[in-house]
């Protein structure tokens, strides 16, 4: 009985190795998938992605980031456009508006989750959301 589980064992240890014969290297099969590139590095001189030329202007804020929910209405956000939904907002003045729009207010996230706004490019969009919008 102990013979035949010895040889039971040969045997599947052979098969695993005639199965990794034909695979690549242990070194192929454990290289690094990427490269780290440090300051001073040669692969740091890429080009940097471009500067922004500037504030967006609020229409252009509006269809980037904030169209998403004032487009369809997503979580009760007022519609650009839709005078009555917008009417009792506009009556708690701008200053209001662009708080609630900086900092959050109900169901909506602080700056509408874009991370790449400033205050101004929101407040810019406020704007525009509120001129289209009377």
Do not use: Q
């Amino acid at each position: 009985m102990k013979s035949l589980l010895k040889l039971v064992v040969v045997a599947a240890v052979g098969v695993s190795a005639l199965a990794f014969a034909g695979t690549d290297s242990i070194e192929e099969r454990i290289k690094p998938v990427g490269e780290l590139c440090m300051a001073g590095d040669e692969c740091a001189a890429a080009a940097a992605a471009p500067v922004s030329e500037g504030p967006r202007t609020g229409d252009v804020v509006y269809k980037a980031k904030c169209a998403t929910c004032h487009a369809t209405g997503a979580a009760n956000a007022p519609k650009l456009g839709d005078a009555a939904a917008w009417a009792p907002r506009i009556a708690k003045g701008m200053e209001t508006l662009h708080t609630h729009a900086i900092s959050g207010f109900n169901g909506m996230p602080a700056k509408g989750l874009c991370f790449d706004c400033s205050d101004d490019e929101i407040k810019a969009a406020v704007d525009y959301m509120v001129e289209e919008s009377k």
